[in-house]
């Protein structure tokens, strides 16, 4: 658990940290409702990419990933386990009920509630996937972002080499530039394979996680930018969603104390003393064999001997060392219960304390979240009015284009540097949903069994 929650931490952390250089270059309406970033017009890049490819969006891209979890699958039958377990529980029940055993609730009401909290868990594991596709889904939308803007540079750097290699011709550039140029061009060729390869890879294993083959799609490169705000009290709202999360933590919690209880109530918390029952000593239940001497009339006693020759035991012993043995298996038992009863004591205790802390430390994390999320959408705000004024510096330079005073080239060269900022803005954009949804979801970032 404490593992899970410092996931939210850092992620807090870390959007404290994103550097304030990174603004968008498009701009895009915020209203405190459900907002579409578009930036750039992808259109065109992704008809480079493909002309006939259908768009997966990421919804379909969920529904595929949940559609194809072994691991909810095998939660479903992880509740129908516990359901059969609880038919076979009523049934011992009913045996130890027919011997006038008493019987304990306990386990067929622990068994009750791990089916339920199985169905939660499989309902938070839905969400995990969710989650865990939506950051896939958005890492390989910006890779496959920043390699069409690689490819963009590559091909800019290529058209200033060859116009400098005409301008080496004139005199007017030198060999070492030449070169210096090359080598760009080289580490540019050697980052944009690095990141294609990544992409491939990134694609691979979101096949095998959706059954989607990306290369047959093209992606949406839409962004729904949600604001998110609490009403009302900070700590009711977490409070709210933490009373959910660990619902049947507690009541598990809160069954065993009673079961603790009612043992506690029938003695069992006391270690019990000695059976008063002795062993029986064979020696006093041989049986005599008495006879009277015809001749001399004297009584004669020996010991019985049975046809084998063995010394007859009276029937009485078997019944005495039946009755010891059985007082000694009940005062075993009782022992083990009493032994038992000290362990599942502590365990509860325990149980309780570290569920304590565990709530304790979501809570805080999830209020650093919540104001992480607060700056971070200031920050989104503040990197809006920059969008603006980018856009006007990059209207200029068109106009600076059209009347010859600046070269095409490197008009794409200032596009080119816009198009970082919109990578940063998306980037911005996927920490603070990511944050949102963590907020509104905190079992999104917790293994839940």
Same mark, same amino acid.
């Given at each position: ?130 989650? #865990? ?86 992606? #949406? ?229």
């Amino acid at each position: 658990m404490n593992k899970n929650i410092n996931k939210i931490v850092a992620i807090a952390i870390g959007l404290s940290i994103i550097s304030a250089n990174i603004s968008p270059a498009f701009a895009y309406d915020s209203d405190k409702s459900s907002t579409t970033i578009q930036g750039l017009d992808y259109s065109a890049i992704n008809a480079q990419i493909t002309s006939q490819k259908p768009t997966i969006t990421l919804n379909k891209a969920i529904d595929a990933a949940i559609n194809n979890s072994d691991k909810l699958s095998l939660k479903s039958k992880e509740i129908k386990m516990y359901r059969d377990k609880m038919d076979l529980q009523e049934k011992i029940n009913d045996f130890y009920d027919s011997i006038d055993q008493k019987v304990y609730d306990f386990p067929y009401d622990k068994l009750e509630l791990q089916a339920k909290q199985t169905q939660q868990s499989k309902k938070f594991m839905e969400d995990q996937i969710a989650s #865990d596709i939506t950051n896939k889904y958005n890492a390989i939308v910006l890779k496959e972002i920043d390699i069409d803007k690689s490819k963009k540079d590559l091909e800019i750097k290529t058209k200033d080499l060859n116009f400098m290699k005409t301008k080496l011709k004139i005199g007017m550039a030198t060999d070492n530039q030449i070169t210096d140029s090359q080598i760009q061009i080289k580490d540019l060729q050697d980052q944009l394979q690095a990141k294609e390869d990544s992409l491939k890879n990134n694609k691979g294993y979101f096949k095998v996680l959706t059954e989607l083959n990306l290369e047959e799609y093209t992606t #949406d490169k839409n962004i729904e930018y949600k604001i998110f705000r609490i009403e009302g009290s900070v700590d009711d709202y977490i409070d709210k969603k933490m009373d959910k999360y660990f619902k049947y933590s507690d009541q598990m919690l809160k069954l065993t104390k009673d079961y603790l209880k009612d043992l506690k109530d029938d003695g069992i918390n006391k270690i019990p003393d000695k059976p008063t029952i002795s062993k029986p000593n064979v020696n006093d239940y041989i049986a005599l064999d008495t006879s009277i001497d015809p001749i001399t009339g004297g009584v004669t006693t020996k010991l019985e001997k049975n046809t084998s020759g063995g010394t007859v035991i009276d029937g009485a012993y078997a019944a005495k060392l039946l009755e010891y043995q059985k007082a000694q298996q009940t005062y075993l038992t009782m022992l083990n219960a009493n032994g038992s009863y000290i362990d599942g004591k502590y365990s509860m205790q325990e149980s309780e304390v570290k569920l304590d802390d565990a709530k304790k430390t979501l809570k805080n994390a999830l209020k650093d979240c919540y104001s992480s999320l607060v700056a971070l959408e200031n920050k989104i705000n503040t990197l809006n009015a920059q969008v603006k004024s980018t856009n006007t510096k990059l209207r200029y330079a068109k106009s600076q284009v059209d009347i010859g005073m600046m070269t095409e080239n490197d008009y794409k060269a200032q596009i080119l540097k816009s198009e970082d900022l919109d990578i940063g803005l998306r980037t911005l954009i996927n920490n603070y949903n990511t944050l949102r949804d963590n907020i509104e979801k905190p079992w999104i970032i917790s293994n839940t069994k």
